[in-house]
C-alpha cells in the first residue's frame, strides 16, 4: 500500500466523517484513496477536493467545531495558503479531532520550496508528528486524532515523499464506526473571539504545549537497545528509517543509542533534559530544517543541520545519513555516492495542447513578457514561453505588475500571462478582479484541459464530478471571467494554431485600450482523455523529403516524438511517442511534415 | 532468494513507460509470497518524460531506499540510465537494458554483468509499444536464478490486476512471455 493510502485507510479506520483536500504532490493520492476505502465500507460522511487549500480547511475545521473528526490534506505550499485559518484554529482548538496533513518534498522533486511544515507548525504552536514509513504514518492518523481530541488542539501530520510514495505492506483493520451526529453548539466567545478573549485562548494553548511535552502516546522512542555511551543520534521521519538499517550495516546497532522522535514539536521535556544531561555529543538527524535541533538548546552539545554537520539543502539520502553517523561514531566506511547528473528533463506530452497554445503564443507575441504558473504548463519554459513562475495564481498578478514596472519603456513589451484552468479557479481570480480594476493591457490565456493534469487528472471546478466520480455542479469557466468584469473572453482549440495566433493578436489590439482580456485554450488533456475511454482519431504523421533538417521543429515545438539526433540530417518521427495531434505540420517552415491517410 | 532473506532491486527508465506499473507488479509479487515489502517511487513532474527510478525492497528493511552498492539487480526501460543508476548495483548485481544493441558488462566502479534486449522491437512486434516493460522484466526474470518470486507468481498478479480487460491482459502476458524467451 502507498504511503498516502495508508495515511487515508488511517483516516477511514479512525472514524473521519469529514475530509477534504487540494491535489498537490506528493500528497494527491490520500484524498481518491479515503473516498475509495469510504465506498468499499458502506461508510457516510463527506470527501471533497475544495477548489483551493484554505478552503479545504475551513470546511473540515468546521466539522471539528461541530465534534465530528475531520482531515484536509495537502502539499507543504499549500499549507501557506491554508496558514490563515491554520494559525486562528491553534487558539480556537479542536472539538472533534482534527488532522491538518501537510506532506513535505525534500529535494524538492516536485515543489517550489524544500520547506519544513513542522517550522509552521511552531508557528501555529500546534503538535506535529513526523512518521518514519508508510505504516507509521498510519498509525500516527490514530494517535493524532487521540492527542488533538485530549487537548482540544488541530494536530499537524507532516509526512515527506519518501513515505508518502513508498509502498510498504501493510494490514488492514476494520473501521471503527463513524461518528455522524454532529454536537454543535454556539460558543461565540470561543468561536469568534474578539482580540480581548484571542489573549485568553493563546494562553491556554501555551499550557496546551506545555503539557502536550509530556504527552505518554507520543514520546521519543529507542530503536534499539544500546546502552548509554557518551553519544546518542535522534532521528526523525524517514531519517530514523534510514539510520536503523545503517546503524545494522555499520556494526552499531548493538553499542550506540538511536532514538526517533514522533512528535518533533513540542520536543518532550524530559527527553531533552535526560539526554543532553546523559550524552557528552548528539546527533540530530532530520528534514527539511533542525527543528528538533533548535529545540536541544545546548549548540556545543548536539550536532546537526545548525553545527554545519548535517546539510540543510535537500533530501538527507541514506548514502548521506551513511557517511555522517559512520564520522558521528568513528567507525570506517567507503564513500559510495550516485553522482547526480541530470537525467532527462520533463517536457509536456506529445499531443498536449499546451504545446500548441505556447507556440502560438509565441507567434502573436514574439518579444513578450510571459509570466506562468503553477502546473504541468510550468513546461512551456523548454519552449521559451514562460519567463516567471511564482506561486499559484501569481501569472495574473504578475502580468500585472510587470506592465506597472515596465510601462515607461519606450516601447513596451506585449504581455501573455498563461494559467491553468484548475490553477484559477484556486488564486486567480481575485487577481483577475484586481487588473479589471486597474485596466492593465495585457491577455490572460486560461489553459483549460479540463483537469488538474499535473498531480494525476483530479477533477476542477468546472468538471462536475467529484473526488469518487459523483455527479456534481459545473461552474462555467467563462462565465466566471465575464463576472469578474473582464469585456473580452473568447475561446478557441489551440490545435488550429493560426486561427489561435490570430485571436491572440485580437485579444492583444483589445486589452491595449480596455484593459484584460482573457482568450480561453480549450482542449482536453490528452493522457486524461484516453484514461476516460474518450474519443480520440490519431492522425498519422511522415517526415518528407522536404526535410532539411534545420531544427525548427525540435527547438521551437519540443514535441518528444520529434527527434534531431546528433550527425542527423532529417528529423525522425518517433512512432512510439507520436499521439498523431497533427500540430507538428502547421508548425514546420519547410511544409516537410504531412499527415498521410 | 539470496542468503533467503533479501533483494534489493531498481527499475528506471523516464515517465510514461511503466516504472510505476512494474514496481507495483513486483510489490504485489513479494506480498503474495508473504514477504515484506518496500518501495521508493518517482510521482509528479517527472513522470512526464523525465528520469523516473523506483526502488525495491523485499525482505527485512526499514527503510525504503537503496544505497549506492547495495543493489542486487537493475530493470532499465532506458538505456541512457544505465550511465545513471549503475551505481545502485553491489558488486557482481546484473542489469536488463532495454537496447536494441549488446551492451558491454561493466568493469572499474560500478561492475555489472549487462544483459539486453529489444524490448520497444519485441513489445511491439508481438503486443503493444506499451507493454516493453514487460519484456524486459520478462528477461530480468531469467536471467536472474535466485529472484524472489517466479514467472508464474508475476502471470498471477497481472491476471489480478488487469482483470476484466482481457485484450490488455493477453498482450501483457504475451510481452511477459516474449522477454523470457528472448536470447541476445
Keep these: 500500500m502507498l504511503g498516502n493510502e495508508a495515511i487515508a485507510r488511517g483516516l477511514v479506520e479512525a472514524g473521519c466523517a469529514v475530509a477534504t483536500a487540494y491535489p498537490g504532490t506528493p500528497s494527491s493520492e490520500i484524498l481518491p484513496a479515503v473516498a475509495r476505502f469510504r465506498a468499499d465500507e458502506k461508510l457516510g460522511g463527506h470527501v471533497q477536493w475544495a477548489v483551493n487549500e484554505k478552503v479545504a480547511f475551513e470546511i473540515a475545521y468546521a466539522a471539528s467545531i461541530s465534534g465530528l473528526r475531520a482531515a484536509v490534506s495537502m502539499k507543504q505550499v499549500g499549507l501557506n495558503v491554508a496558514s490563515d485559518p491554520l494559525m486562528s484554529a491553534a487558539y480556537m482548538g479542536a472539538k472533534g479531532g482534527f488532522l491538518v496533513i501537510s506532506a513535505d518534498d525534500p529535494g524538492p522533486h516536485s515543489s517550489q520550496t524544500e520547506q519544513d511544515s513542522r517550522l509552521m507548525a511552531m508557528m501555529a504552536k500546534i503538535p506535529v508528528l513526523d512518521p518514519a514509513s508508510p505504516l507509521q504514518a498510519k498509525q500516527m492518523v490514530a494517535a493524532g486524532f487521540r492527542l488533538s481530541e485530549e487537548f482540544s488542539i488541530p494536530v499537524l501530520l507532516r509526512p515527506t515523499t519518501r513515505v508518502c510514495h513508498s509502498r510498504q505492506d501493510i494490514e488492514l483493520s476494520v473501521p471503527a464506526p463513524c461518528e455522524l451526529n454532529p454536537d454543535y453548539r454556539k460558543d461565540p466567545l470561543r468561536w469568534a473571539a474578539t482580540p480581548k478573549f484571542r489573549f485568553k485562548l493563546h494562553g491556554e494553548l501555551e499550557d496546551k504545549l506545555a503539557r502536550i511535552a509530556g504527552w505518554e502516546a507520543t514520546r521519543p522512542v529507542q530503536l534499539n537497545r544500546a546502552r548509554g555511551g557518551s553519544l546518542a543520534v535522534v532521528a526523525s521521519g524517514v531519517a530514523a528509517a534510514h539510520a536503523a538499517e545503517i546503524f545494522k550495516a555499520l556494526g552499531l546497532w548493538e553499542n550506540l543509542p538511536l532514538y526517533q522522535v514522533l512528535q518533533p514539536y513540542p520536543l518532550h521535556t524530559d527527553f531533552c533534559r535526560k539526554i543532553l544531561e546523559s550524552c557528552e555529543s548528539v546527533l540530530v538527524l532530520e528534514e527539511t530544517t533542525g527543528v528538533i535541533e533548535m529545540q536541544l538548546a545546548s549548540r556545543g552539545q548536539v550536532r546537526g543541520k545548525l553545527s554545519g554537520d548535517v546539510p540543510s539543502v535537500g533530501e538527507i539520502l541514506p548514502e548521506d545519513i551513511e557517511q555522517i553517523v559512520a564520522g558521528f561514531a568513528g567507525v570506517k566506511v567507503a564513500a559510495r555516492r550516485i553522482q547526480q547528473a541530470p537525467g532527462r528533463r520533463p517536457t509536456l506530452c506529445a499531443g498536449c495542447p499546451h504545446r500548441a497554445a505556447f507556440f502560438a503564443i509565441k507567434k502573436a507575441a514574439p518579444k513578450g513578457v510571459y509570466p506562468s504558473d503553477i502546473g504541468c504548463y510550468t513546461l512551456g519554459l523548454n519552449l521559451g514561453a514562460v519567463d516567471t513562475v511564482l506561486c499559484m495564481g501569481a501569472a495574473v498578478s504578475q502580468a500585472a505588475g510587470f506592465h506597472h514596472a515596465l510601462k515607461n519603456r519606450a516601447k513596451q513589451p506585449p504581455i501573455v500571462a498563461t494559467i491553468g484552468d484548475s490553477t484559477f479557479f484556486h488564486s486567480g481570480i481575485a487577481p483577475l478582479v484586481d487588473s479589471v480594476v486597474q485596466k492593465v493591457p495585457f491577455v490572460l490565456v486560461i489553459l483549460d484541459n479540463s483537469t488538474t493534469a499535473m498531480t494525476g487528472n483530479q477533477p476542477t471546478a468546472a468538471s462536475g464530478w467529484g473526488v469518487n466520480g459523483e455527479s456534481l455542479a459545473r461552474v462555467d469557466l467563462a462565465a466566471v471571467v465575464k463576472g469578474c468584469g473582464v469585456g473580452f473572453c473568447r475561446q478557441a482549440d489551440p490545435y488550429a494554431i493560426k486561427e489561435f495566433a490570430a485571436l491572440l493578436k485580437e485579444a492583444l489590439a483589445y486589452c491595449r485600450d480596455h484593459g484584460p482580456a482573457v482568450v480561453i485554450s480549450k482542449r482536453p488533456c490528452l493522457l486524461d482523455l484516453r484514461r476516460r475511454g474518450g474519443n480520440w482519431e490519431p492522425k498519422q504523421v511522415v517526415v518528407t523529403e522536404a526535410c532539411d533538417g534545420c531544427g525548427f521543429c525540435v527547438t521551437q515545438f519540443e514535441c518528444p516524438a520529434l527527434v534531431l539526433a546528433e550527425g542527423d540530417k532529417q528529423v525522425v518521427l518517433d512512432t512510439m511517442v507520436c499521439t498523431g495531434c497533427g500540430v507538428c505540420v502547421e508548425v514546420c517552415p519547410k511544409k516537410a511534415l504531412e499527415v498521410v491517410g | ?184
Design chain 2, 1 to 184: 532468494m539470496k542468503n533467503g532473506t533479501a533483494q534489493q532491486l531498481v527499475i528506471s527508465g523516464v515517465g510514461g513507460q511503466g516504472v510505476l506499473f512494474l514496481t507495483r507488479l513486483l510489490a504485489e509479487a513479494a506480498m503474495d509470497k508473504g514477504l515484506a515489502v518496500f518501495t521508493s517511487e518517482t510521482h509528479g513532474m517527472a513522470q512526464r518524460g523525465g528520469t523516473v527510478i523506483s526502488h525495491l525492497k523485499v525482505g527485512d528493511f526499514t527503510s525504503p531506499m537503496i544505497r549506492p552498492g547495495c543493489a542486487d539487480g537493475l530493470l532499465v526501460l532506458k538505456e541512457e540510465n544505465l550511465d545513471l543508476h549503475a551505481g545502485y548495483g553491489r558488486a557482481g548485481a546484473w542489469a536488463v537494458v532495454n537496447s536494441r544493441h549488446p551492451v558491454p558488462s561493466r568493469q572499474g566502479d560500478c561492475p555489472l554483468e549487462v544483459a539486453t534486449v529489444d524490448a520497444f522491437g519485441l513489445a511491439r512486434e508481438v503486443a503493444s509499444p506499451r507493454s516493453s516493460n514487460l519484456v524486459v522484466l520478462g528477461r530480468a526474470i531469467t536471467i536472474c536464478r535466485d529472484m524472489f518470486c517466479g514467472p508464474d507468481d508475476i502471470v498471477r498478479v497481472l491476471e489480478r490486476r488487469l482483470a476484466g480487460d482481457e485484450q490488455r491482459l493477453h498482450k501483457a502476458v504475451t510481452a511477459f512471455r516474449a522477454g523470457m524467451k528472448a536470447q541476445q
